[in-house]
């Protein structure tokens, strides 16, 4: 059993972590960089070690060594996917809660869970590695390492390659400490749904899937569980867990997917060795945690569950609140939180590190809280999503609360399985409006 571990993350999903560790009884040292010295998380741990960067391998390790921690937890993003950590972690005698360096190698780099997927029989998309004269354009331009939206770019034409490739690469170096990148066929129309694993090294059960089309600049703004209106549901299970098994996962993971609407044909999109950004959802539908979960794991307790110990029941929907203005084309506001109103009540949960005067960094993402709502229905779910919205209030940043509060009334959504596209086809002033209805 662990006694003290160390978060090596930053804002909501080092609280969350937090917040399971104090109910397992473990300890917490939580890596603070200088702009987050004042954070909620960094009052919530048991300790706090500064570092210079969430990307620096070595003062991550340092810190656990420091800290005498047993284990080391990266969260999401930063050095959460990155095999370096995990060598590093094992070579300090420090576990690393998350896959081996090998599964990450294979499984958290896209071109390398690219092979391992179709060496387990799921479909891929065609991709190339650099600018090839068979390219089917329209291409995306994908960051090799690393995930969350960051290093996409769409690519329509052979005249716009070079430096939509340039500007991911860079993006990509600056997030995820790696700058490669490849090029894939585009999918369009598409749904973006994906499948949750757990594994143990020797088995692995699904817990579900989940879907993520709504977003804006291929950065997820909604999530869901179960995937509306899905089809292919029991194939798109079976194929996330073959990869699974390929791999002999071990730890949280998620396979994700493109639905060709029109087709009803799903492809391998890649795999996120890791704990997701919108894990609530499927904790509200399986009643599991997800972080416990993860823990149980990286102390060798083995997999607690079969497959048919997993019990699926209602619906969930997670929207991200951001520091963005929707009205300026989605530009992000940093400053200070003068004040943070959060609903509560059945079927409600946030997860959030800011309250009255934190301070919105303008150097990490804009995440600001995660608005969880479920119920027995999807219907029940959006009927307490518009409620739950209409009592949310952040003042002193900007926000996308008011553009929640359109996607929730929209006939469209309500209907279930929009596409990816769905969010760019909506008017041009639907934004400005937003800006108007939320004052």
Request: glycine share 10%.
């Amino acid at each position: 059993m662990f006694r003290r571990i160390l978060v090596a993350n930053r804002g909501e999903i080092a609280a969350r972590v937090i917040r399971t560790c104090r109910r397992l009884g473990i300890e917490t040292v939580l890596t603070v960089a200088a702009a987050d010295r004042g954070s909620l998380p960094a009052s919530m741990a048991d300790g706090t070690a500064g570092v210079a960067s969430y990307l620096d391998v070595a003062g991550v390790v340092g810190a656990a060594v420091a800290a005498a921690a047993d284990a080391v937890h990266p969260g999401y993003g930063f050095l959460a996917e990155n095999p370096r950590l995990a060598r590093a972690c094992d070579a300090a005698g420090i576990v690393f809660i998350g896959p081996s360096a090998e599964v990450l190698e294979a499984a958290g780099d896209k071109l390398a869970a690219r092979e391992h997927a179709a060496a387990a029989g799921v479909p891929v998309l065609p991709a190339w590695d650099a600018p090839a004269q068979d390219l089917e354009y329209p291409v995306l331009v994908k960051a090799a390492g690393g995930g969350g939206g960051r290093g996409l770019r769409a690519v329509s034409e052979p005249g716009q390659l070079d430096q939509a490739m340039a500007m991911a690469s860079a993006e990509a170096a600056a997030a995820f400490g790696d700058p490669r990148v490849y090029l894939e066929r585009l999918l369009s129309p598409a749904r973006h749904v994906e499948v949750q694993l757990l594994g143990d090294g020797e088995n692995v059960v699904h817990l579900g899937d989940r879907d993520c089309s709504v977003q804006r600049r291929y950065q997820k703004l909604v999530e869901e569980a179960p995937a509306p209106a899905l089809s292919v549901r029991d194939d798109l299970r079976a194929a996330a867990v073959a990869l699974g098994r390929h791999l002999k996962y071990r730890g949280l993971g998620t396979a994700e997917f493109l639905l060709d609407t029109e087709r009803a044909r799903f492809y391998f999109l890649e795999m996120n060795a890791r704990i997701q950004v919108e894990h609530p959802v499927t904790e509200a539908v399986t009643g599991l945690d997800l972080v416990a979960e993860q823990i149980a794991i990286a102390e060798g307790r083995g997999l607690r569950y079969a497959q048919d110990d997993i019990t699926l029941s209602g619906h969930a929907i997670e929207c991200r609140i951001n520091a963005e203005d929707p009205a300026a084309g989605f530009r992000p506001s940093p400053g200070r939180v003068t004040s943070a109103v959060f609903p509560a009540g059945p079927g409600i949960r946030v997860d959030t590190h800011v309250q009255a005067g934190s301070v919105v960094p303008p150097q990490y993402d804009s995440l600001l809280a995660k608005l969880v709502v479920s119920g027995a229905s999807r219907t029940q779910a959006l009927t307490r999503l518009r409620a739950a919205l209409a009592r949310c209030r952040i003042d002193g940043v900007a926000t996308n609360t008011g553009l929640h509060a359109m996607l929730a009334a929209s006939e469209e959504f309500a209907a279930g399985g929009v596409d990816t596209g769905y969010l760019g086809r909506w008017p041009d002033h639907a934004p400005q409006t937003v800006m108007d209805k939320s004052g």
